[in-house]
């Protein structure tokens, strides 16, 4: 069975702290892809990034990186050096596939506030 | 502008009653998910429809409906409607279905049932 664990429920900093989401999957599936999307208060998901189970180099855009490591199905994602603008729902997400349709299948979100 | 248009924004009505949500994929894209997010629930994948035919069903209640109309527009109908179908639905397109396609969502409709 497909299952995304957002451990962290609600995280707090103060601007300017690094501060990383965890993800944690769990698929029978040997080919999958991963995504993070974030839910700012105005409610509309964001695309961040997608990455493909073959793929197990990190990635950095900007301020943001991503940890890919199969060896321990996680999908780990760091704000450096946040910033107010940051404080949203983060969802973890991961592809089902089944005989003729697809899915996410999501985390349950972890509530990152960003203080000033 | 994702590209996806999900009608209304915002939709107040009473319980036992029948509401209709929109949604028109981005263009190109043949198929259309519906998710719904409750406090309690979290984002919950309801239902697929690729070109026009149901392609996967998730966790979607008898008294919800779906499809998807010639144009590639869909429509999610949800009737006798109670407190807890109070949500924020989302329809998201992608190109294709399966492991290799993106998925691009719509701002969502925010259903209260009072």
């Known amino acids: 069975a497909q299952k995304v664990t957002q451990a962290q429920t609600e995280i707090s900093v103060v601007e300017k702290e690094d501060v990383t989401l965890d993800c944690v999957y769990e698929?029978?599936?040997?080919?999958?892809?991963l995504f993070w999307y974030k839910q700012p208060p105005s409610g509309e998901l964001v695309f961040l990034i997608r990455?493909?189970?073959?793929?197990?180099q990190n990635e950095i855009s900007g301020r943001y990186s991503w940890n890919f490591q199969k060896s321990t199905s996680s999908f780990n994602f760091t704000i450096t050096a946040s910033q107010v603008v940051d404080s949203a729902v983060y969802f973890c997400a991961l592809t089902y596939v089944e005989t003729s349709g697809s899915r996410l299948t999501f985390g349950e979100g972890t509530q990152l506030t960003v203080n000033p | 502008d994702s590209g996806v248009t999900q009608t209304p924004k915002h939709l107040i009505t009473a319980t036992g009653q029948r509401v209709t949500l929109r949604c028109s994929p981005r263009?190109?894209?043949?198929?259309v998910y519906w998710y719904q997010q409750s406090l309690d629930q979290g984002l919950q994948f309801l239902i697929q429809?690729?070109?026009?035919?149901?392609?996967a069903k998730g966790n979607i209640l008898e008294r919800f409906s779906a499809q998807q109309f010639p144009d590639l527009h869909s429509e999610l109908n949800l009737s006798s409607l109670e407190l807890g179908d109070s949500a924020l639905y989302f329809c998201a397109s992608s190109q294709s279905w399966g492991l290799y396609y993106g998925y691009t969502f719509g701002s969502g409709t925010r259903l209260t049932v009072v």
């Open positions: 263009s190109g894209d043949l198929s």
């Open positions: 429809y690729y070109n026009g035919e149901e392609r």
């Open positions: 990455r493909n189970s073959f793929d197990e």
């Open positions: 698929t029978r599936d040997t080919t999958y892809y």
